[in-house]
C-alpha cells in the first residue's frame, strides 16, 4: 500500500477545496482503521493480508465506524490539540472542535473510498468488490512510485492551499488582495511541479532509460543464491521480469516452482509463495517482492512484480 501517511496526506487536497464540508480527523481516523487490518494479519500470520476491510463494502462499513463513534473521538482529539497552542500558535494552528454530521460522513467516505482505490493499484491479493466478485481491474494500472508521487504531491498542494487561506484571511485591504493574487499564483505552480515530479520519478525513467527489473536474464541459479538478499543491488530484482515470463511460459505447479526458485522468503503458503527483489522503487518502504499465485491444487495462476 502507500502506507498510512500518505493515504492520510493525501486528504489535506480535499479538506483544502472543502474546508467546511470535509473533516480531515475523521478521513484520517478511517485510513487508520482500516489499515489496521493488514497489521493484525501480519503480527498473528506473518502475512501482511488484505482481506475484508480492503473492499468496497467492508471499507464502508468502518466509514460508518469513523462518523459514530469515531466523530466524537475526533472532536476530543481537536479539543486537546487546542489545548497544547499559545495564543500565537492558536492563531495559525488552531481549529474548531465540532465536527458537522455532514464533514463527517465526507470525511469518512471519502477516505474509505480513496483509501480502496488506491491500494487496488498495488496489492495483488485486493478484492475491491468482495463478496460478489474477486476480480481487481487496476492492479497494476499505475506504477507504485507513481501512486506515492501522487500521494505526496496531492499532501504538498492540499498543504499549501490550507495555509495560503490561513493567511489570506485578512482584511480586504491591497495587502490582502495582493496575497490573494499570490495565493492563485502559487497553488498553479505546485500543480505544474506536483505533476513534473510524478512524471520525473514514475513515468519518465521507466521511458528515457527502460525498465530496470528488465535488465538481465532470468537465471534460475543466481535467483537461487540471493536468498537472504533484500536490500538494493540485489541481483534478482533486474530480472524479475523475465522471471515472470519464464514462469508464465512454463506454467509450473507449486512444487516445480519451489524446485527452480528456491524456498521462499515470505507468503510460504498454498495459495501464494514470495520471493523478495530488494528496494527497487525510490520510496518502497518494504523489499519490493515477485508473488506466485497457485490454485488449491497448486495449479500456476499468476505471478507479479509487487512494490510494498
Given amino acids: 500500500m502507500p502506507v498510512t501517511p500518505f493515504h492520510i496526506g493525501a486528504g489535506l487536497l480535499f479538506k483544502a477545496y472543502a474546508p467546511a464540508r470535509v473533516s480531515w480527523v475523521v478521513f484520517a481516523l478511517v485510513n487508520i482503521l482500516i489499515d489496521l487490518e493488514p497489521i493484525l494479519w501480519y503480527l498473528f500470520t506473518g502475512d501482511p493480508a488484505h482481506r475484508q476491510l480492503h473492499s468496497y463494502l467492508g471499507a464502508t462499513i468502518v466509514a460508518a465506524l469513523g462518523v459514530w463513534p469515531g466523530r466524537r473521538l475526533a472532536e476530543a482529539w481537536l479539543r486537546w490539540w487546542n489545548r497544547q497552542l499559545n495564543p500565537a500558535q492558536a492563531r495559525w494552528l488552531g481549529t474548531g472542535t465540532q465536527i458537522s454530521l455532514v464533514a463527517a460522513w465526507a470525511g469518512a467516505l471519502l477516505g474509505s473510498g480513496s483509501h480502496i482505490v488506491l491500494d487496488s493499484f498495488m496489492h495483488p491479493d485486493m ?20 501512486l506515492h508521487a501522487i500521494c505526496l504531491a496531492a499532501a504538498a498542494w492540499g498543504g499549501l492551499r490550507l495555509a495560503l487561506l490561513g493567511w489570506i484571511k485578512l482584511p480586504a ?37 527502460g ?56 507468503r510460504d503458503r498454498p495459495a501464494y ?21 497457485f490454485q488449491p491444487d497448486g495449479t500456476f495462476v499468476a505471478a507479479r512484480i509487487v512494490q510494498h
Avoid: C
Fill in 273 to 293: 509463495i514470495s520471493y523478495h527483489l530488494g528496494f527497487l522503487g525510490w520510496l518502497a518502504m518494504d523489499a519490493d517482492t515477485l508473488d506466485i499465485e
Fill in 211 to 266: 525498465d530496470p527489473r528488465d535488465a538481465v536474464a532470468f537465471d534460475a541459479a543466481v535467483w537461487r543464491g540471493t536468498a537472504a538478499q533484500q536490500w538494493r543491488g540485489n541481483p534478482r530484482a533486474p530480472m524479475a521480469r523475465p522471471a515472470v515470463r519464464h514462469l508464465e511460459a512454463l506454467h509450473p505447479n507449486r512444487a516445480t516452482a519451489l524446485v527452480l526458485l528456491g524456498t521462499p522468503d515470505a
Fill in 127 to 146: 478484492q475491491p468488490y468482495w463478496p460478489w466478485a474477486a476480480d481487481n481491474g487496476l492492479l497494476r494500472k499505475i506504477p507504485v512510485d507513481g
Fill in 173 to 209: 485591504s491591497f495587502v490582502g488582495n495582493k496575497l490573494r493574487d499570490a495565493a492563485r499564483l502559487a497553488e498553479i505552480i505546485v500543480l505544474v511541479t506536483a505533476l513534473w515530479v510524478a512524471a520525473s520519478f514514475s513515468i519518465l525513467p521507466q521511458l528515457l532509460d
